[in-house]
């Protein structure tokens, strides 16, 4: 794992898990198909009606975004390993873009995205970038 290679220890935090679906989950996307409510979410997911009963977009966008805030004044630099919808959720906030267009946005399996925050300044350095071969120079990690 990365913790290993840069001899960082690994932390889970559960703000970084995946959207609750609520009734959704485990369910096969044909089934979900026939369901209207789907649909809706995967059209307007800033809909004040949480997927399968779960939890919101926003929630999700909202603890997503305080904990990296909360990460970023404690490390110089932070790894977050998460799902597509929360790293979109994430850049969508940064970025100043609506989450009902979040989806324009690919996030492939194990692909990379590098965000750069400042105080008052903020970078996109990579977004869906496949990790294998990938150009990424990593900064000189060292755990104190």
């Given amino acids: ?6 001899n960082l220890p690994l932390q889970i935090a ?4 995946e959207i609750g679906f609520g009734d959704w989950t485990d369910q096969a996307f044909d ?3 026939r369901d209207a409510g789907w649909s809706r979410f995967n059209t307007f997911r800033s809909s004040n009606v949480p997927p399968g009963a779960g939890e919101l977009m926003l ?4 603890r997503v975004v305080r904990k990296l805030n909360a990460l970023m ?3 110089q630099f932070v790894v977050v390993v998460t799902h597509g919808d929360v790293i979109r959720a994430a850049f969508a906030h940064y970025l ?4 009902d267009l979040f989806q324009r ?3 492939d399996p194990a692909s990379l995205s590098l965000l750069e925050l400042g105080d008052e300044w903020l970078r996109v350095r990579l977004l869906n970038c496949p990790s294998a071969g990938s150009p990424l120079q990593l900064p000189n990690i060292r755990h104190q």
């Fill in 96 to 99: 100043g873009v609506h989450l």
């Fill in 59 to 62: 929630e999700v966008q909202a």
């Fill in 14 to 17: 559960d703000e970084f898990t």
């Fill in 73 to 75: 004044t404690h490390h």
């Fill in 1 to 6: 794992p990365l913790s290993h290679r840069f």
């Fill in 31 to 33: 089934d979900l198909s």
């Fill in 105 to 107: 946005v690919e996030v």
